[in-house]
């Protein structure tokens, strides 16, 4: 079964520095999607980034980015010059590749609570 | 503009109510799906659907329940059974595996 695992229940920054979120999975699929999402204090659940499996460069959104190590099962997400709105649960989620199923079910992480301070 | 709406926003219920939240989107969206979120904990899958007339079972599905007559429509009953409901959910729906999901506002509900 796949795993999905952050390792930092809680980080706090500075504000316009850069932090990095830690996220470990466990699969034996060669194909599949990885997700970051941020829940601010309203609990709107956001998509904040996406990388595809089979591509081996790291996604980027402005100031986001992930660095995604295949081999080693890792999927850190990196925010640059952090602001205040950025403030939010992050979560970390898995999806399967499989063509054969439509299944689109998504495995989460527990969460990180990121704090940027003014 | 397309979205996913959940209502109501809060909810309170007494103990051994039945309460329904409605999940509704306008995406064209196949497969739906409604969580449960405790404070300070990630998300719990209750109930998926990933056509009109079909629906299976999350990971702690006792206690609730679910139709699914239209594709637009999801919505989920909090029955009595449930014993501790008081809880954040989130329903979400999905088109594409590279495209996750969209969620829904949430629904704070809370037993009185």
């Known amino acids: 079964a796949q795993t999905v695992t952050q390792s930092q229940p809680e980080m706090s920054v500075q504000e316009a520095e850069t932090v990095t979120l830690s996220c470990t999975y466990d699969t034996s699929e060669s194909n599949y999607y990885l997700f970051w999402y941020k829940q601010p204090p309203s609990r709107q659940m956001i998509l904040v980034i996406r990388?595809?499996?089979?591509k081996q460069q790291n996604a980027t959104e402005n100031r986001f980015s992930v660095n995604f190590q295949k081999a080693a099962k890792s999927f850190s997400l990196k925010i640059s010059d952090s602001q205040l709105g950025d403030t939010a649960m992050y979560f970390c989620?898995?999806?399967?590749?499989?063509?054969?199923?439509?299944?689109?079910?998504?495995?989460w992480g527990a969460g990180t609570k990121l704090i940027i301070k003014p | 503009d397309g979205g996913i709406t959940q209502s109501p926003k809060y909810l309170f219920r007494k103990e051994g109510q039945n309460v329904t939240l409605s999940c509704e989107q306008n995406?064209?969206?196949?497969?739906m799906y409604w969580y449960r979120q405790d404070p300070g904990q990630g998300l719990r899958l209750i109930y998926y659907s990933q056509i009109v007339n079909d629906f299976q079972k999350g990971d702690i599905a006792e206690g609730y329940s679910v139709s699914r007559e239209k594709k637009e429509s999801f919505p989920l009953t909090v029955t009595s059974a449930q014993k501790n409901p008081t809880a954040f959910y989130l329903c979400?729906?999905?088109?594409?595996?590279?495209?996750?999901?969209?969620f829904g506002s949430g629904t704070r509900l809370t037993v009185v």
């Open positions: 979400a729906s999905s088109i594409t595996r590279r495209g996750g999901y969209t």
């Open positions: 995406l064209n969206h196949d497969a």
């Open positions: 990388q595809e499996a089979y």
């Open positions: 989620a898995f999806m399967k590749h499989s063509l054969d199923s439509s299944n689109y079910q998504l495995i």
